[in-house]
């Protein structure tokens, strides 16, 4: 499969995913390559239902570049923003958790960016695209719902040391 078919087919992917988002959550976009300088765009979404206290995190949803034009497994990323401030955070804390919730979590990581100021969960997951677009596309939902799934059970904690 060319490369070009394969944007295309992770440009409507992420398309698709968006209006899903959009039907269960209000703030979903679809921002395409030209804008978003990711091959075949990205979607980006406000989850507003996230742990005890129904936190907002912001997400953003996309494939990461192929290495080369002959890979034949491509990254699908899910990276969630829990925080963008971490000016009153307890920095040691915060990290201790984040290592905590690593070691019990099944996959992704939770990732304390001190140079930009932000508590961040990334979870990427590879896939074929010799596989049916459903078949991808349903892999698509699975990585989102485990990201959202880890993140709801730790959020809440996450945030009072991220936030102070």
């Given at each position: 499969m060319g490369k070009d078919n394969v944007l295309q087919i992770r440009a409507r992917l992420l398309e698709q995913l968006k209006d899903d988002l959009t039907e269960d959550y209000t703030a979903a976009e679809y921002i395409p390559e030209e804008e978003?300088?990711?091959p075949a765009g990205e979607v980006t979404v406000m989850f507003d239902t996230l742990g005890i206290n129904s936190n907002d995190i912001f997400g953003e949803i996309f494939f990461l570049p192929d290495a080369d034009d002959a890979a034949a497994v491509s990254y699908f990323e899910c990276v969630l923003l829990i925080s963008d401030t971490l000016d009153n955070a307890d920095m040691p804390a915060l990290s201790a958790e984040c290592v905590k919730q690593n070691n019990a979590s099944p996959a992704g990581y939770f990732y304390v960016d001190e140079e930009n100021g932000r508590l961040l969960y990334k979870l990427g997951v590879p896939v074929s695209f010799d596989s049916e677009e459903t078949a991808v596309y349903k892999e698509m939902n699975m990585a989102v719902?485990?990201?959202?799934?880890?993140v709801d059970r730790s959020v809440d904690e996450l945030i009072v040391l991220a936030e102070g």
């Open positions: 978003s300088g990711i719902g485990c990201a959202l799934s880890i």
